[in-house]
Antibody
Framework: QVQLVESGGGLVKPGGSLRLSCAAS????????MSWIRQAPGKGLEWVSY????????YYADSVKGRFTISRDNAKNSLYLQMNSLRAEDTAVYYC???????????????WGQGTLVTVSS | IQLTQSPSSLSASVGDRVTITCRAS??????LAWYQQKPGKAPKLLIY???TLQSGVPSRFSGSGSGTDFTLTISSLQPEDFATYYC?????????FGGGTKVEIK
């Protein structure tokens, strides 16, 4: 069965860095676009970043552009999010999710991990 | 593209028909998905392409609409349906979410 397992969250000071990982199993990882989505405590969902199946196409939310870097290693079935210059407003549960697509268009996020909490505080 | 969900919360009883609305600030064709999220859990995809039921989702859930106005309907609310529901547009970047609708027990 499809599984996505995030890791790497924790407490970090403002201005610090963290690298999140998402281990995928149960499907052909290299066939799928992947994404990171976050949810601040008690708040709604915010899309963070997309990466294409090959890694050649990447998009970011304006709120993280220039600070966060998404990447993937298809040989290791893994997705990553390098987060630099962290701010208090980056505090959230970070989810990785698989993107379902048809005819070149994204249709939704059909599988999600359990999430990993990132807390940015001094 | 901004998505406005209404209502932001509602109280309903088991067996009730529930309708949630999602309005987009500009046309998004049918590139709309609906998710269900329970406390402490990841969201679950219910519907994509505005009206296509995700595999394994009960048929009491249905979606409709295109352009700017969309609805999620639960035909007969079950105890396990009490949760927060989000719409999401995937027509253009960034793929934005609505603010959520919390469905509570009356």
């Amino acid at each position: 069965q499809v599984q996505l397992v995030e890791s790497g969250g924790g407490l970090v000071k403002p201005g610090g860095s963290l690298r999140l990982s998402c281990a995928a199993s149960g499907f052909t990882f290299s066939d799928y676009y992947m994404s990171w989505i976050r949810q601040a405590p008690g708040k709604g969902l915010e899309w963070v970043s997309y990466i294409s199946s090959s890694g050649s196409t990447i998009y970011y939310a304006d709120s993280v552009k220039g600070r966060f870097t998404i990447s993937r290693d298809n040989a290791k079935n893994s997705l990553y999010l390098q987060m630099n210059s962290l701010r208090a407003e980056d505090t959230a549960v970070y989810y990785c999710a698989r993107v379902t697509r048809r005819d070149g268009y994204n249709e939704g996020f059909d599988y999600w991990g359990q999430g990993t909490l990132v807390t940015v505080s001094s | 593209i901004q998505l406005t969900q209404s209502p932001s919360s509602l109280s309903a009883s088991v067996g009730d028909r529930v309708t949630i609305t999602c309005r987009a600030s500009q046309g998004i064709s049918s590139y709309l998905a609906w998710y269900q999220q329970k406390p402490g859990k990841a969201p679950k995809l219910l519907i994509y392409a505005a009206s296509t039921l995700q595999s394994g989702v009960p048929s009491r859930f249905s979606g409709s609409g295109s352009g700017t106005d969309f609805t999620l309907t639960i035909s007969s609310l079950q105890p396990e349906d009490f949760a927060t529901y989000y719409c999401q547009q995937l027509n253009s970047y960034p793929p934005t979410f609505g603010g959520g609708t919390k469905v509570e027990i009356k």
